[in-house]
């Protein structure tokens, strides 16, 4: 795949076309994730017509098989669907067409015009639609989201490259506050990497508590114990403070640990550049977040901290760890493969290359006469069984 992308070679070894209907894949390795990395869309067949006609911007006019075609994209304000008559799949789609406004005016008091079916509810509104007593909390969808938000300490960099070091900034953060005061409760707090509902998720025996006294006392016996070199958080933002969150957390690392932290700020496509080739990472510490691609644990734990990989941002080494990934990427016995990854994450969190912070969830008001909408974890397609009874 990467000699085809690079332009090295003119196929893809391992793909195969049978017919028009079939692709035939040969893997290097029986590896068990590799029917849910089909499910990501990178793994999606495309219109190659489509493709090299549109170049790099054939996306604005895609050729799909799904239950919508797109009718019209105007940048920054709106996608229009339009339904797809030839899908090949039942139940067909029901609405003739959707339209998602993605820029301009306040989405939530459009909602409260019935100018817009369906919004995704923000921190500043969150409290008053929760409220019991309001009419809008009978139209509000909690749900779970697979991903986790990280803080993520650069092991190779100092002080960081000191276990205990890291042990003790995780500890002197109150993640349970953080959650109920800053976040609004909207995330809850995370106490492992695997967010609930990935398959392979397992409650932890026990869990990281936020402990100043032990923070300080790991501190004190780690190797910059007096000589603690400055420590910068770089955050994604452009100009002006930083988010509560940051601060907060800032804060209480100088209130429980005695450590002042800089913040510095960095556009998102500086941040994710930087952080995408680990052995150039400037970053000492720094927050970031993983959406799941496929409900696989080898999703997170493998792509997040084998040794090597390009989105191992923590430059986390471990090789009794990278044993047991190997072994789990092939094994065939469900329950088996699980409690391996099971046992990485609990090496993984002993280690902290990263602080678990939060688990996300999805927040959404939908009018009563929206019939069957789907907020799934993952992406899959959420109209296809749609309806409309007003």
Known sequence: MREKLNRKAQAVDGVKV????????TIDAPKAYFLAKLTFPTAYIVDKNNVERGGRTWTDKPNGTGPYK???YVRGQRIILEKNYGFYLDPKPQITTVEYIIGGGSFMTMYENNDLDIVGVGI?????????????????????????GFLVFNTRKPPFDDPKVRAAFALAIDRQKLVDVVYRKMPSVATTILPPGMPGYKEP????????????QLLSESKYAGKLPEVTWTTTGGGGSAGPGIQTMAQMLKENLGVTVSIQQTDWATFIGQLNDPSKNPYQIFDIGWIADYADPENFLAILFRTGSTQNWAAYSNPGADKLLDQAGIERDTAKRFELYNQV???????????????????????PYVKDM?????????????????
Do not use: Q
């Not at 049978?18 to 894949?25: E, F, G, P």
């Not at 025996?205 to 300080?216: I, L, R, W």
């Open 18 to 25: 049978i017919d028009d209907y079939t692709l035939a894949i």
């Open 70 to 72: 797109l009718k019209e």
């Open 124 to 148: 500043s509104d969150i409290e008053r639609v929760s409220d019991p007593a309001s009419p809008l909390n009978k139209e509000l969808f909690v749900g779970p989201r697979l991903s986790t």
């Open 205 to 216: 025996d026990s869990k990281a508590a936020f402990d100043p006294a032990k923070a300080k």
């Open 345 to 367: 994450e609990k090496m993984i969190l002993a280690d902290y290359p990263v602080l678990p912070l939060t688990f996300e969830r999805d927040h959404w008001l939908t009018k």
């Open 374 to 390: 789907l907020y799934p974890p993952l992406i899959i397609p959420r109209l296809r069984y749609v309806s409309l009874t007003k």
